[in-house]
């Protein structure tokens, strides 16, 4: 069964401050793996990482993928009070529809 | 560009009572479409998914059914709802699975007492 672990499951930090959201998986025939920002209602497409060691990025947050320790993290830089969110991880696997997601990551930033 | 609709946004069911939610999606054909449920304190799970009309695959066994009678149609239903049936309903669309992910829609609270 596939599996997808975020740590830490909530995290309080001061606007400005760096944070590193992890996420490790376990799944049979990685495809990508895929990060979300979910504040009220539907989650809203970060990244998507199919290949090992290739930084994305988009503006103040960047993910990177480590295939052989199968894990990924999510950064995100100079916080702002908008950041605070769930953020969700879920890998999708080769053969198989839909998404195993994680539990998530919830950001409090506070001013 | 394609837009996902999804409705009601919230509804409060007593328990017994029957459930259908409904969930549209605009500007693409033949896209696969999902129902994920987010219960408090867990994560997402994934309940259906369809890849073309009628065809329906289910991932948990549950009180839920859902159905697609037409290309961008996909709906959740119940006969008799639990209270265990309550959470935040997501429906999602993906088109070949792109590089663009998966999109959701805003969601339905359902609350059953």
């Known amino acids: 069964e596939d599996k997808v672990v975020q740590s830490p499951l909530s995290l309080v930090v001061h606007e400005g401050d760096t944070v590193t959201l992890n996420c490790s998986y376990e799944?049979?025939?990685?495809?990508?793996l895929l990060w979300y920002k979910q504040e009220k209602k539907a989650p809203t497409f970060l990244f998507m990482l199919t290949s090992s060691g290739i930084e994305k990025k988009s503006g103040r947050l960047s993910s990177i993928l480590d295939k052989k320790e199968l894990f990924s993290i999510l950064n995100i830089t100079a916080t702002q009070t908008g950041d605070s969110a769930v953020y969700l991880c879920a890998v999708e696997a080769r053969g198989a529809d839909g998404l195993t997601f994680g539990k998530g990551t919830h950001l409090i930033i506070q001013p | 560009s394609q837009t996902i609709h999804q409705w009601p946004a919230t509804l409060v069911q007593p328990v017994g009572s029957p459930l259908s939610l409904e969930c549209t999606v605009e500007g693409t054909s033949n896209p696969n479409l999902y129902w994920y449920r987010q219960a408090a304190g867990r994560g997402l799970q994934l309940l259906f998914y369809s890849v073309g009309i009628g065809q329906i695959s289910s991932e948990v066994p549950q009180n839920l059914s859902a159905s697609r009678p037409q290309d961008r149609q996909f709906i959740l239903s119940s006969k008799k709802l639990l209270l265990s049936d309550s959470g935040f309903y997501l429906c999602?669309?993906?088109?070949?699975?792109?590089?663009?992910?998966?999109?959701f829609g805003s969601g339905t609270r359902l609350t059953v007492v």
């Open positions: 999602a669309w993906s088109y070949m699975r792109t590089n663009y992910g998966y999109t």
């Open positions: 799944v049979t025939n990685f495809r990508s």
